[in-house]
């Protein structure tokens, strides 16, 4: 992704989080009871609703899309046949994308500070909601709020903090977050976010000057891990209340397969380093089938492992030919991050 924007940008964005570190707990959103300490929740600044969440953005073919560079990082997510990307490019901008696949309703949640995407689903409790950015930040991550109830959600917590819905769980989607170049490679059908959005903002320019290469950060955090540069991009699993991490950087350029055990759960790791990205699935079927996977080289994306059966499995964890063709991989809990986010989120967490 490309850092650069002018100076008066630039000044613009890190004033408004300099205000919201001198009025920490000065707004009146924090108030109630939250399932985080209140003292660490932090204004950003723009206040609810000051960074303007997407609802049904207009799509485009990749053809389209001159505001991106291959090298730009974007969440891609499929669903049945469609594949739709959603680059970093707009979601430094916007932080959340509120859209819709055939009747499948999800947000892409994206927080800039701690470098972190995910896909929620949002039909909390069988009714559809969307979410927008509250402006608050806890271990400088986005706080989402639902505009069915009100209710504050912690991103990288993937919980509900505050409000009717507090306690609740947020179920996601599988994503896979790559460079652009990789996904048009694999998907180049894609549809992609339109920089036509309704909004005027300098979709080509970082709002956050060298932020992203820095070791610094705009506010506190609870935990300050130096395991690992602060702002090294790792991809983190959640298994039962235990959290690991890999590093994307200790992929082979290939695609290489790391077959794994945590906290009792056997996983199927599948990276590269040059395609800047990670997967993590499952490895036991529901038939109680426990797989073991190896990278298949110079595969043709995105089919990138196959098992010891002779099924081949792309970068979904569908397998796409062999006598369990159909078949798909479990996804666990896992997304990318900033280390320093899984650090201050996770203590402790393994690092692989």
Not at 293 to 300: G, H, L, Y
Request: glycine share 10%; charged share 20%; net charge negative.
């Amino acid at each position: 992704m490309r850092v650069q924007g002018s100076a008066a940008l630039i000044t613009i964005m890190l004033s408004l989080a300099l205000v919201g570190c001198e009025n920490s707990t000065g707004t009146d959103q924090v108030t109630g009871d939250w399932l985080i300490p209140i003292d660490q929740i932090f204004d950003g600044g723009p206040g609810r609703d000051g960074i303007p969440a997407l609802t049904n953005p207009e799509l485009i073919g990749a053809a389209g899309a001159a505001y991106l560079e291959d090298a730009d990082l974007v969440i891609g997510l499929k669903i049945g046949n469609e594949a739709r990307a959603y680059p970093h490019a707009i979601l430094d901008w916007h932080e959340i994308i509120n859209d819709d696949v055939n009747g499948t309703q999800f947000s892409i949640t994206y927080c800039p500070l701690t470098g972190s995407g995910i896909a929620w689903n949002r039909v909390i409790n069988g009714t559809p909601t969307t979410f927008g950015v509250s402006g608050l930040l806890y271990n400088t991550n986005l706080i989402a709020f639902d505009r069915l109830t009100n209710s504050n959600w912690s991103q990288m917590k993937l919980q509900c903090v505050n409000g009717p819905l507090s306690g609740t769980s947020i179920s996601t989607y599988q994503i896979v977050e790559t460079t652009w170049e990789t996904w048009k490679e694999m998907y180049p059908q894609t549809k992609v976010v339109s920089s036509n959005t309704g909004h005027s903002r300098p979709y080509g320019q970082y709002p956050y000057g060298d932020y992203q290469t820095s070791g610094s950060l705009l506010f506190p955090i609870s935990n300050d891990d130096t395991r690992l540069p602060r702002k090294e991009r790792v991809h983190g699993v959640i298994v039962r209340e235990r959290t690991k991490v890999f590093r994307i950087n200790s992929f082979a350029d290939d695609i290489d397969v790391v077959n794994d055990l945590f906290n009792d759960v056997a996983l199927v790791v599948a990276g590269s380093r040059a395609k800047n990205l990670v997967v993590v699935y499952e490895r036991k079927l529901d038939d109680g089938t426990l797989l073991s996977f190896t990278p298949i080289q110079n595969a043709s994306l995105p089919v990138v492992m196959t098992d010891t059966e002779g099924t081949r499995w792309d970068i979904f964890g569908r397998a796409v030919s062999g006598q369990r063709v159909g078949t798909e991989l479990k996804p666990v809990r896992s997304y990318v991050a900033y280390w320093f986010a899984w650090g201050a989120f996770f203590p402790g967490a393994e690092i692989y």
